[in-house]
């Protein structure tokens, strides 16, 4: 197959913790944010400000369902630059997806992790996109209507992360027998994302990856305000924007 899907879910991060756990995936998450970061200048802090506090930089919590997806490229034959050395060339180009192909069931081995799984350079040099989910924080709306924000969005090979978004939302939240939820007295999934509007990310995630603005408006996030809703110790240049979107799915029966 060329593709492995990791499933990395509530257990691993809550269970068996010890100290450099969460360090490879840190800097996997680390450089992708890094890129628009340095391209705007608008945020100084990285991504996850320490690795150790990995769960509570994504807000992950032992309250919520979550889980982080790692789409990880099988060796090429043929192809001697990968796998690669992710600190040198963590960036693949948009030509090169074509040697691993579209993400369907006959070429994505999906693997649910337990609580030993190690994430080490090796899964490092192999790291394509990651895409997680979170019990979205608002009061339930409706029994039949399920919530969830998408956190941990990366992608290290052009093109790929949409596709990879879909493939995950076809297996936990399409699928009739997902461990999320009861998908029986579900009609709807609604998935929430937020970005930074300024990262010019609106645009993006309208087009490609099927969100669209709703009824919260854009909310400027003020470089001195103590009631920021992101998680402490982000520290930025100038005052910005934060976009609320939504995507939502409609369950057949």
């Given at each position: 197959?060329?593709?492995?899907?990791?499933?990395?879910?509530?257990?691993?991060?809550?269970?068996?913790?010890?100290k450099?756990?969460?360090?490879?995936?840190a800097?996997?998450?680390?450089?992708?944010?890094?890129?628009p970061?340095?391209?705007?200048?608008?945020?100084?802090?990285?991504?996850?400000?320490?690795?150790?506090?990995?769960?509570?930089?994504?807000?992950?919590?032992?309250?919520?369902?979550?889980?982080l997806?790692?789409?990880?490229?099988?060796?090429?034959?043929?192809?001697?630059?990968?796998?690669?050395?992710?600190?040198?060339?963590?960036?693949?180009?948009q030509?090169?997806?074509?040697?691993?192909g579209?993400l369907?069931q006959?070429?994505?081995?999906?693997?649910?992790?337990?609580?030993?799984?190690v994430i080490?350079?090796t899964?490092?040099s192999?790291?394509?996109?990651?895409v997680?989910?979170?019990?979205y924080?608002?009061?339930v709306?409706?029994?039949?209507?399920?919530?969830?924000?998408?956190?941990a969005?990366?992608?290290?090979?052009?093109?790929?992360?949409?596709?990879?978004?879909?493939?995950?939302?076809?297996?936990?939240?399409?699928?009739?027998?997902?461990?999320?939820?009861?998908?029986?007295?579900?009609?709807?999934?609604?998935?929430?994302?937020?970005?930074?509007?300024?990262?010019d990310?609106?645009?993006?995630?309208?087009?490609?990856?099927?969100?669209?603005?709703?009824?919260?408006?854009?909310?400027l996030?003020e470089?001195?305000?103590?009631?920021?809703?992101?998680?402490?110790?982000?520290?930025?240049?100038?005052?910005f924007?934060?976009?609320?979107?939504?995507?939502?799915?409609?369950?057949k029966?």
């Open positions: 197959m060329a593709y492995d899907l990791v499933i990395l879910p509530k257990s691993w991060f809550f269970t068996k913790v010890y450099g756990k969460f360090d490879t995936l800097e996997i998450v680390n450089t992708a944010y890094d890129r970061k340095d391209k705007y200048g608008i945020i100084k802090t990285r991504r996850i400000k320490d690795a150790q506090n990995f769960p509570a930089d994504l807000q992950f919590s032992d309250e919520k369902d979550v889980f997806t790692l789409l990880l490229g099988n060796p090429v034959a043929g192809w001697k630059q990968f796998p690669r050395d992710f600190s040198t060339t963590p960036y693949l180009s030509e090169e997806f074509s040697r691993f579209e369907t006959e070429t994505v081995k999906v693997t649910q992790a337990d609580a030993d799984f080490d350079k899964i490092e192999r790291i394509l996109a990651t997680g989910f979170k019990t924080d608002r009061p709306k409706s029994p039949s209507v399920v919530e969830y924000e998408m956190t969005f990366t992608s290290f090979l052009r093109g790929i992360a949409p596709k990879l978004l879909d493939f995950v939302i076809n297996m936990m939240f399409e699928n009739p027998k997902t461990p999320l939820f009861d998908y029986s007295s579900v009609s709807k999934v609604q998935l929430h994302a937020s970005v930074i509007r300024d990262h990310l609106v645009p993006y995630y309208s087009k490609y990856c099927g969100f669209e603005r709703h009824d919260i408006p854009d909310l996030i470089t001195n305000a103590s009631n920021s809703p992101l998680e402490e110790g982000i520290v930025a240049t100038r005052d924007y934060l976009a609320f979107l939504r995507r939502t799915i409609y369950l029966k």
